[in-house]
């Protein structure tokens, strides 16, 4: 067949200010360039939408570089690899790659990593096999240090990382698990994967709620997806020598005043926690081992993963959005291709 000399892509139109809307974003078309030696050319079958994602859309400084205007937006994406001039990559191949919200992609064969689809399907390399899977192991156990019998609360839980978290402690010997998410549905899902307890924080205070679920004990471990009132209230509920590992704050990522810090943060001091935010990128060293448990876990069933699966790339804004408004469960993504 002939290769594509163009590829459509989702550029950003214009910088959000507070809630993304879909005016600030275009889809658009780009020619694709001729190969060179060592690379690669892809046929995204699925990208990966994140709320990190929405950092990268403001124009400050940050520990990834900001998106450009009118230009495309870029991602995890796994895809065919259609055409070769790398010796690491050959034609058929299944490739994870960050070049996403575009159809096609012309990636340096350093920048991609093989994934292998006789263990898991291709979509599972942008979730439970890939940076989202070791962001929920390794912030767990090598941040937050996990031991066998904490009990440990995860908020967002019934996202892409914190359904993986509490499943992630169940299996490694956590005395109890406790996860919070956004509607009565989420909850259930929850129990379903093997939550100990779990409550929607609509409901009513977090603090109040996440003390009923964890009783007398408290917790010893505090997954912190959402920042805000759920930072809050952990702090409330943490045992002596509790630990935080902070990796997202979904609660503040569209607000447009500052936000202030929880304002029982001096208990840190007396009950000395330890509070330690992380990315994902600095966890890389532990990739080979996460890589190991997750593909036996999977195999027997200890983990589950679910996904949210929006189709066509005219719809990845949409998606995004809606992310940031907690419609999915689990990973979001988008399939470009069957």
């Given at each position: 067949m002939s290769l594509p000399s163009v590829t459509r892509e989702i550029?950003?139109?214009?910088?959000?200010?507070g809630r993304p809307v879909p005016e600030n974003f275009r889809l658009a078309e780009s020619a694709l360039p001729e190969l060179g030696d060592g690379q690669i050319l892809v046929r995204n079958l699925f990208i990966s939408v994140d709320p990190y994602m929405r950092g990268r859309m403001n124009d400050v400084k940050s520990y990834s570089a900001p998106f450009a205007l009118d230009k495309a937006l870029?991602?995890?994406?796994?895809?065919?690899?259609?055409?070769?001039?790398?010796s690491r990559h050959k034609e058929g191949d299944v490739v994870v790659h960050s070049l996403g919200w575009r159809e096609y992609a012309v990636v340096e064969e350093d920048a991609a990593t093989t994934a292998d689809t006789g263990l898991a399907p291709a979509s599972a390399f942008l979730g439970a096999l890939g940076m989202t899977g070791l962001t929920a192991y390794a912030g767990l156990?090598?941040?937050?240090?996990?031991?066998?019998?904490?009990?440990?609360?995860?908020?967002g839980a019934a996202g892409a990382v914190g359904s993986l978290v509490g499943q992630i402690a169940k299996a490694?010997?956590?005395?109890?698990?406790?996860?919070?998410a956004g509607s009565p549905a989420k909850v259930a899902r929850l129990l379903e994967l093997?939550?100990?307890?779990?409550?929607?924080?609509?409901?009513?205070?977090?603090?109040?709620?996440?003390?009923?679920?964890?009783?007398?004990?408290?917790?010893?471990?505090?997954?912190d997806n959402v920042g805000g009132e759920h930072l809050e209230a952990a702090l409330s509920v943490?045992?002596?020598?509790?630990?935080?590992?902070m990796c997202g704050a979904i609660a503040q990522y569209n607000s447009t005043e500052p936000t202030p810090a929880p304002r029982n943060l001096m208990l840190a001091i007396g009950k000395q926690l330890t509070l330690k935010g992380f990315l994902v990128g600095g966890q890389r060293q532990h990739a080979a081992e996460f890589a190991g448990k997750m593909g036996?876990?999977?195999?027997?069933?200890?983990?589950?993963?679910d996904e949210t699966i929006v189709d066509g790339l005219?719809?990845?804004?949409?998606?995004?959005?809606d992310l940031l408004d907690g419609a999915n469960t689990g990973k979001m993504l988008v399939r470009l291709q069957g």
């Open positions: 550029q950003l139109a214009s910088r959000p200010v870029d991602g995890g994406a796994v895809g065919e690899v259609l055409a070769s001039r790398s156990l090598k941040v937050a240090a996990f031991a066998p019998g904490d009990a440990v609360f995860v908020s490694m010997g956590a005395s109890r698990v406790i996860g919070s093997g939550f100990d307890a779990a409550f929607d924080y609509h409901d009513g205070p977090v603090r109040e709620q996440l003390e009923n679920a964890a009783g007398p004990n408290g917790i010893d471990v505090y997954f943490l045992n002596v020598g509790g630990r935080v590992a036996g876990w999977l195999a027997d069933g200890t983990v589950r993963y005219e719809n990845a804004p949409q998606a995004f959005m």
